[in-house]
């Protein structure tokens, strides 16, 4: 079965709902420590430094706009053995600050000390988040995931610069998937290699559902780059993030094997060392 982009429909019930703006909504929106993605099942997930703080629906059953937030988040118990999430809509108002405070102890921040956030003890995800909130101007998705029988797909960033779309993947320096004891071809070669497979195969399909998803955020007023996609990069970037704050003669050489394996892969990539 081929892979489907068609069921994210800009005139679903969620939208509309959305547009009128209900409390928590217009909170999620105006905190600036937040991001927003549109998911392809006409669904809405919000993000706190990578750690989902809701996942909002319409539920068409009771007619309304459901919010589900791990039970953990909301110091309440499961909703059932097989369900960790809680539906919160009624009171998320009420224990926001709560709940906000809960995704840095039980998540994004947990192995900080003092409050700190270590640049090499943070987590991928942490990162991810941080990067995002400062990339309002060309961020355009996150976690973009795909499966079929040729792909499985999950790329953590997508951006939009001057219109063209380009899949980023973010891998910390010292992920064990970047670089072997030899000079192998690591993990990354592949995963970046099937990035770019996926991409030139379903390039139109995936203009057509991001144009979808930068009108979708227009609308709501959330935060989009400055032009409406118009063109799909077919090569996908490798992201490096470098939380090495000492350095070690073992580090550089570590750096320098990489970027030589990288460049002879011929695999694009960057690197930023701050978030």
Same mark, same amino acid.
């Given at each position: 079965?081929?892979?489907?982009?068609?069921?994210?429909? #800009?005139?679903?019930?969620?939208? =509309?709902?959305?547009?009128?703006?209900?409390?928590?909504?217009?909170?999620?929106?105006?905190?600036?420590?937040?991001?927003?993605? !549109?998911?392809?099942?006409?669904?809405?997930?919000?993000?706190?430094?990578?750690?989902?703080? =809701?996942?909002?629906?319409?539920?068409? &059953?009771?007619?309304?706009?459901?919010? %589900?937030?791990?039970?953990?988040?909301?110091?309440?118990? =499961?909703?059932?053995?097989?369900?960790?999430?809680?539906?919160?809509?009624? %009171?998320?108002?009420?224990?926001?600050? &709560?709940?906000i405070e809960r995704v840095k102890t039980c998540y994004s921040q947990k192995n900080c000390a003092n409050g700190?956030?270590?640049?090499?003890?943070?987590?991928? @995800?942490?990162?991810?988040?941080?990067?995002?909130?400062?990339?309002?101007?060309?961020?355009?998705?996150?976690e973009f995931a795909y499966i079929d029988k040729d792909c499985d797909i999950r790329i953590d960033l997508i951006?939009?610069?001057?219109?063209?779309?380009? %899949?980023?993947?973010?891998?910390?320096?010292?992920?064990?998937?970047?670089?072997?004891?030899?000079?192998?071809?690591?993990?990354?070669?592949?995963?970046?290699?099937?990035?770019?497979?996926?991409?030139?195969?379903? =390039?139109?399909?995936?203009?057509?559902?991001?144009?979808?998803?930068?009108?979708?955020? @227009?609308?709501?007023?959330?935060?989009? #780059?400055?032009?409406?996609?118009?063109?799909?990069?077919?090569?996908?970037?490798?992201? !490096?993030?470098?939380?090495?704050?000492?350095?070690?003669?073992?580090? &550089?050489?570590?750096?320098?094997?990489?970027?030589?394996?990288?460049?002879?892969?011929?695999?694009?990539?960057?690197?930023?060392?701050?978030?």
């Open positions: 079965m081929g892979v489907t982009f068609d069921t994210l429909k #800009p005139d679903a019930t969620i939208f =509309a709902a959305l547009k009128k703006c209900p409390e928590w909504w217009k909170r999620f929106k105006d905190d600036p420590s937040l991001y927003i993605e !549109i998911r392809k099942d006409n669904q809405v997930n919000v993000y706190f430094e990578g750690g989902s703080l =809701a996942r909002i629906h319409y539920c068409s &059953k009771h007619k309304k706009l459901q919010i %589900f937030t791990h039970h953990k988040y909301l110091g309440s118990p =499961a909703s059932s053995k097989s369900n960790s999430y809680v539906e919160c809509s009624d %009171f998320i108002g009420d224990v926001y600050e &709560k709940v700190v956030v270590s640049k090499e003890e943070c987590g991928e @995800k942490y990162i991810q988040g941080s990067l995002i909130v400062k990339s309002r101007s060309f961020h355009l998705d996150s951006k939009c610069v001057n219109g063209v779309v380009t %899949f980023v993947e973010l891998k910390k320096m010292d992920d064990g998937r970047m670089l072997h004891e030899t000079d192998a071809v690591p993990e990354v070669v592949f995963q970046m290699n099937r990035y770019k497979f996926f991409i030139e195969k379903y =390039a139109s399909q995936l203009l057509n559902y991001y144009q979808r998803v930068y009108d979708i955020k @227009k609308s709501l007023d959330l935060p989009v #780059p400055s032009k409406r996609p118009k063109s799909i990069n077919l090569t996908p970037e490798l992201l !490096i993030f470098d939380r090495w704050e000492k350095g070690t003669s073992r580090r &550089k050489e570590h750096r320098q094997r990489l970027y030589e394996i990288l460049k002879r892969e011929g695999i694009k990539y960057y690197t930023k060392t701050e978030f």
